[in-house]
């Protein structure tokens, strides 16, 4: 059984919470199991395109937090992980013949989510834009911290709205591309507000904005 068929089993499908942390890890481990593009194959396609993609090419928003924390990892994955992954698909040829070679064919597999990983976050990275906090905290915006109730007797919870590069649930950071920011963005405190999760509609009241 590979090690991604684990991780999915491992996975609550339920509550609020545990919802956004497997949205969270399918997002991920679509971002770095991406292969890179054939560029022998390619290389006409993306000349003639260069101009056009640079000008498509979607912005992040993002802290300066959280972009420090996205070159961190991109350091880590270049200078550590990568090195790592080379010496493991060494090891793995050493033992012989590939077309039997778990090993071989999980330290391929790694190799391919790492590259895909630094491809992603270097994209991040290079078209990040630093969020620039309001000095107004009555209205919920990108950047703030959101407390609010599940009516009509669940619990609070609490989440900071920042760009999608530097979403993390695990962390209390959702996406404003997410449905629920999405329907928390522009709302006040007190405000009754129904929120989409993926488990379906939940009204809320939120109770601080910070």
């Given at each position: 059984?590979?090690?991604?068929?684990?991780?999915?089993?491992?996975?609550?499908?339920?509550?609020?919470?545990?919802?956004?942390?497997?949205?969270?890890?399918?997002?991920?481990m679509q971002q770095g199991l991406q292969k890179?593009?054939?560029?022998?194959?390619?290389?006409?396609?993306?000349?003639?395109?260069?101009?056009?993609?640079?000008?498509?090419?979607?912005?992040?928003?993002?802290?300066?937090?959280?972009?420090?924390?996205?070159?961190?990892?991109?350091?880590?994955?270049?200078?550590?992980?990568?090195?790592?992954?080379?010496?493991?698909?060494?090891?793995?040829?050493?033992?012989?013949?590939?077309?039997?070679?778990?090993?071989?064919?999980?330290?391929?597999?790694?190799?391919?989510?790492?590259?895909?990983?630094?491809?992603?976050?270097?994209?991040?990275?290079?078209?990040?834009?630093?969020?620039?906090?309001?000095?107004?905290?009555?209205?919920?915006?990108?950047?703030?911290?959101?407390?609010?109730?599940?009516?009509?007797?669940?619990?609070?919870?609490?989440?900071?709205?920042?760009?999608?590069?530097?979403?993390?649930?695990?962390?209390?950071?959702?996406?404003?591309?997410?449905?629920?920011?999405?329907?928390?963005?522009?709302?006040?405190?007190?405000?009754?507000?129904?929120?989409?999760?993926?488990?379906?509609?939940?009204?809320?009241?939120?109770?601080?904005?910070?």
């Amino acid at each position: 059984m590979s090690q991604q068929n684990t991780y999915f089993k491992e996975i609550p499908l339920f509550g609020l919470k545990r919802i956004l942390k497997f949205v969270a890890f399918l997002v991920v481990m679509q971002q770095g199991l991406q292969k890179q593009p054939n560029k022998k194959q390619n290389s006409g396609k993306l000349t003639r395109r260069s101009g056009k993609n640079m000008a498509q090419e979607k912005v992040f928003p993002m802290t300066k937090e959280g972009k420090e924390k996205l070159e961190q990892e991109l350091e880590y994955l270049k200078t550590v992980k990568r090195k790592e992954v080379v010496e493991r698909i060494k090891i793995a040829r050493s033992f012989g013949d590939l077309s039997e070679n778990s090993e071989y064919d999980s330290a391929k597999e790694e190799q391919a989510f790492v590259e895909g990983r630094i491809t992603t976050l270097e994209n991040m990275i290079r078209n990040a834009k630093i969020i620039v906090g309001e000095a107004d905290t009555s209205t919920v915006s990108l950047g703030r911290t959101v407390t609010f109730l599940e009516l009509p007797d669940g619990d609070e919870e609490t989440y900071t709205i920042v760009g999608s590069a530097e979403a993390d649930p695990f962390e209390g950071k959702i996406s404003n591309d997410s449905p629920i920011a999405k329907s928390l963005l522009g709302r006040k405190v007190d405000e009754e507000v129904t929120v989409q999760t993926p488990g379906g509609e939940m009204l809320v009241r939120i109770v601080k904005i910070s």
